[in-house]
């Protein structure tokens, strides 16, 4: 159905929203971007010719490393939060016992309800150089100030902060799969585990799609987690861009910083999303 | 294991939810090659019954035995099932093909093999050539043809078939009713089919099963069940029938029984149930295809109970016509009589009502309204 020009009138609403504070916002950061930065003042020069200088200077490897290891941090936390958070929310749509099911959602809302700062102190009390469970760093073969344990502190707090979320959108995706297709494949001599793998994964497949983009996203743009929990160590490209706009008043930098981040996100969603939909068409394809 | 041993022995089973008792005390079989309905109306506990036998609820009382083994702590994979759903549940990540042979994946058919048995299959459910196909490319009635193919594809001990056809429209359910007889016939399996249409469970099944709130109330092939219920639920739940409420008086001297309806009516009736215990009939069922409406002082042959009566409307439903008559005592009856053009009479005229002792059948138990 098309929509009539009036139904276009509902647009506009949104659209100014979108148009007031989001648009607008980035195109001035985009071309702040483009402007030249002298040290020591505020700001980009508005009067001096535009310039790529800032993006160029992001090509060093010292840079672009932040990229890397936000993303592949990011992408290893949403991976595992689909790990941990499929089983739970598997538990939650199908359990017939009420209150099971209520116990578990209970638990996850509060989990979104604290307050991350307050749940990545605990962490760094518990597991830090100082805390009483320091020495679970051993098991991973090093010590609780080494670096390495920095970022696997920074992965457990961006876990903490997006399994919440990607469980609470697994129990959607797994309550609008049939359940006599389990039942189907289960009269047809499958064991549960084989019907949930067999049927309910490769179906789940948009939902999961979805759930990792949400964590993936909330994990790259993440700017709390690596500053209490990575020690300097583990600095995410939110991090840098901080220091970027507060610390030495770089805005152009940091301007450029953002721009890239964005880019880059919009690549990975559409580029992961064109993959996935190539690779299951048939689960992508009902619903 | 022998021929007369049943394939599935239901004894006694019980299952509560919270309060309501969805099943109280349910036994039957399924003989060898037999094909039961177990009939009912919304909420009898069919659905139930049938996840019991599958495996998917746990009785709280009771046995369940397939192929002469207790299955009642099996899992559904272990007990070698064959289960079609209302909506047919196929794979949808999956081509008919792979729908077809999962079952025999499960059970680790070599690849040839399964690959003959599926072509079998879909050449008995007639349809060959959309194995390709994923089940949104399939019609419902296609989609009904894979879940059987599906079911009956690693030769399972026993279908079971809930509400099979009614996701179909009208007609296609009509047609597809008798071929799903005969493929269940040619593939030779033991069949129960849940149903709460009386039409579906009588021209498809050896045996029915009917059931309200929970209990069994007649178990018989859907002949005597029409022909002789046992009570008022089955007389009026399997086709219409008129109902007369009274007492059975006493026996008559030509083998039938003296009845007196509440109105003061004497009718005389088939004797009731002779065994001791059985219950004392309520009342006096009658098909309405067994009245016959004559004009009023025809001369009969044979041995009638006659009422005058009064033609209140008259329907006409092309190869039968349907009477609402009414007895001067204000009790309403309907019938039913071949249109074998000769004049009707019109609304209002007085008719004789004629109908043969055998074909009153007192029963026990209150008619559900
Ligand atoms: N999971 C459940 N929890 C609570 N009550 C249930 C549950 N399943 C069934 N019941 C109840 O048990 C009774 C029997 O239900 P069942 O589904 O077996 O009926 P049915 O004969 O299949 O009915 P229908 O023809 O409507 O499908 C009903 O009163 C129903 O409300
Ligand atoms: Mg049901």
């Known amino acids: 159905m098309r929509p009539t020009p009036a139904a276009w009138l509902l647009l506009v609403p949104g659209g100014l929203l979108l148009g007031g504070l989001m648009v607008a916002p980035l195109g001035l950061l985009a071309l702040e971007s483009l402007r030249e930065f002298v040290g020591g003042r505020v700001g980009g020069q508005a009067d001096r010719p535009l310039t790529l200088a800032n993006y160029a200077e992001l090509l060093n490897p010292a840079y672009a490393l932040y990229f890397w290891e936000t993303f592949r941090i990011g992408a290893l936390v949403s991976l595992l939060a689909l790990i941990f958070a499929f089983p739970i929310a598997y538990v939650a749509a199908r359990t017939p016992r009420r209150g099971l099911r209520k116990g578990i959602l209970g638990l996850l809302i509060a989990m979104l309800f604290l307050s991350v700062v307050a749940r990545l102190y605990a962490i760094l009390m518990a597991y830090g150089p100082t805390g009483p469970l320091k020495g679970i760093a051993q098991l991973f073969g090093t010590s609780a100030s080494s670096a390495a344990f920095a970022e696997v502190q920074v992965m457990v707090g961006l876990l903490h902060f997006v399994l919440p979320i990607v469980a609470l959108t697994l129990i959607g995706t797994v309550q609008n799969i049939n359940p006599r297709l389990e039942e189907a494949a289960m009269a047809l001599g499958a064991p549960r585990w084989r019907a949930v793998t067999g049927v309910v994964l490769p179906l789940a497949v948009p939902g999961l799609l979805s759930a990792f983009l949400i964590a993936f996203a909330m994990c790259i743009s993440n700017f709390v987690v690596p500053l209490i929990l990575g020690r300097g160590v583990v600095l995410f490209v939110s991090n840098l861009m901080y220091i970027r706009f507060s610390e030495i008043a770089n805005f152009p930098s940091g301007a450029a910083i953002g721009i890239i981040m964005l880019v880059l996100s919009f690549g990975i969603v559409f580029g992961l999303t064109a993959v996935i939909r190539r690779l299951w068409p048939a689960a992508g394809g009902v619903r | ?369």
């Open chain 2, 1 to 369: 294991m022998t021929a007369s041993q049943p394939v599935v022995d239901i004894q006694n089973i019980s299952k509560r939810y919270g309060r309501t008792a969805a099943l109280d005390r349910v036994s039957f079989e399924l003989k060898r090659g037999e094909c039961v309905a177990l009939l009912g109306p919304s909420g009898c506990g069919k659905t139930t019954t049938l996840r019991i036998l599958a495996g998917f609820e746990r009785p709280d009382a009771g046995v369940v035995a397939i192929d002469g083994r207790d299955m009642s702590n099996a899992r559904p994979y272990e007990r070698n099932i064959g289960l079609v759903f209302q909506d047919y549940a196929l794979f949808p990540h999956m081509t008919v093909a792979e729908n077809v042979e999962y079952g025999m994946k499960r059970r680790g058919v070599p690849k040839a093999e399964r690959e003959r048995r599926r072509r079998e299959v879909l050449r008995l459910v007639r349809l060959d050539g959309l194995d390709e196909r994923r089940p949104s490319q399939l019609s419902g009635g296609q989609q009904q043809r894979v879940a059987m193919a599906r079911a009956l594809a690693p030769n399972p001990s026993v279908m079971l078939l809930d509400e099979p056809l009614s996701n179909l429209d009208a007609r296609l359910r009509h047609d597809l009713r008798h071929e799903l007889r005969e493929i269940l016939s040619a593939a030779g399996t033991t069949t129960l089919i849940v149903t709460h249409d009386q039409e579906e469970a009588i021209a498809m099944a050896d045996r029915i099963v009917l059931m309200n709130h929970g209990r069994i109330q007649q178990i018989g092939p859907p002949r005597s069940l029409y022909e002789r219920p046992e009570n008022a639920f089955v007389a009026s739940f399997l086709g219409r029938c008129n109902w007369f409420d009274g007492v059975v008086e006493s026996a008559l001297p030509d083998g039938s029984a003296l009845f007196r309806t509440t109105e003061g009516l004497a009718l005389r009736v088939r004797l009731p149930d002779p065994r001791v215990g059985a219950p004392a009939p309520s009342g006096v069922a009658v098909r309405p295809e067994r009245l016959h409406v004559v004009e009023a002082g025809t001369e009969l042959d044979g041995d009638f109970n006659r009422l005058p009566a009064t033609v209140t409307r008259l329907h006409y439903l092309g190869a039968d016509l349907r009477f609402d008559l009414t007895l001067p005592e204000g009790r309403r009856l309907e019938a039913v009589v071949k249109a074998d053009g000769r004049p009707l009479p019109a609304p209002g005229d007085t008719v004789a009502v004629a109908v043969a002792p055998a074909d009153c059948v007192p029963v026990a138990g209150d008619l559900p309204q």
